[in-house]
């Protein structure tokens, strides 16, 4: 069981807006550690998405959006495209661990 | 171009040892602190250790404390993992990903492409 809980699944027909919560504890999220959201499409690595809670590398479309409240985090996904189907994780950091700490995944399924 | 790439993956048989090594190129890579990041078949991502650019700190997972050691040379632009007394459940690919700073609190902004630990007999 991951220590940030991901909804196992979400979908949307194109053109849609779609959103990933995160949902951790006062040890990690609501600690203040920042959040960060990757996609990974199937077979391949990890690309980070959103880094410190909103914001996006260079080369990310502002199609993809973060925020943080609280103990939890949402990734938003507008305009979805069928590219955009694809394993979508939250990062963040907990304090009692001592270490990083990753979403058990949410996959996302373009209609 | 920047870039990590991974070696050493294979099959091993439980209680079996390995080491995996991660080159970097293109950065300064004794400016970064670094990760291992494991992903078993059909699962969700599962961050292994981090080892920071001195490298004066170092974390590890509980799920592998005891049994893999992370390391660095930064006069070889490389990253490691020995890992004994392997078991079924190590089997997984393994990334090794770059942090955006020198901190574990940042986001993993660099990945390898992975290389597969198999573990069964």
């Known amino acids: 069981q991951s220590v940030l809980t991901q909804p196992p699944s979400v979908s949307g027909a194109p053109g849609q807006r779609v959103t990933i919560s995160c949902t951790g504890s006062?040890?990690?999220?609501?600690?203040?550690?920042?959040v960060h959201w990757y996609q990974q499409l199937p077979g391949t690595a990890p690309k980070l998405l959103i880094y410190g809670n909103n914001n996006r590398p260079s080369g990310v479309p502002d199609r993809f959006s973060g925020s943080k409240s609280g103990t939890s985090a949402s990734l938003a996904i507008t305009g979805l495209q069928a590219d955009d189907e694809a394993d979508y994780y939250c990062q963040s950091y907990d304090s009692s661990l001592s270490g990083v700490v990753f979403g058990g995944g949410t996959k996302l399924t373009v209609l | 171009e920047v870039q990590l790439v991974e070696s050493g993956g294979g099959l091993v048989q439980p209680g079996g040892s390995l080491r995996l090594s991660c080159a970097a190129s293109?950065?300064?890579?004794?400016?970064?602190?670094m990760n291992w990041v494991r992903q078993a078949p059909g699962k969700g991502l599962e961050w292994v250790s981090y080892?920071?650019?001195?490298?004066?700190?170092?974390y590890y997972a509980d799920s592998v404390k005891g049994r893999f050691t992370i390391s660095r040379d930064n006069a070889k632009n490389s990253l490691y993992l020995q890992m004994i007394s392997l078991r079924d459940e190590d089997t997984a690919v393994y990334y090794c990903?770059?942090?955006?700073?020198?901190?574990?609190?940042?986001?993993?902004?660099?990945w390898g492409q992975g290389t597969m630990v198999t573990v069964s007999s």
């Open positions: 990903a770059r942090d955006k700073g020198n901190t574990a609190k940042v986001a993993c902004d660099i």
């Open positions: 006062s040890s990690n999220i609501g600690a203040g550690y920042d």
């Open positions: 080892i920071s650019s001195s490298p004066s700190t170092i």
């Open positions: 293109g950065f300064t890579f004794s400016s970064y602190s």
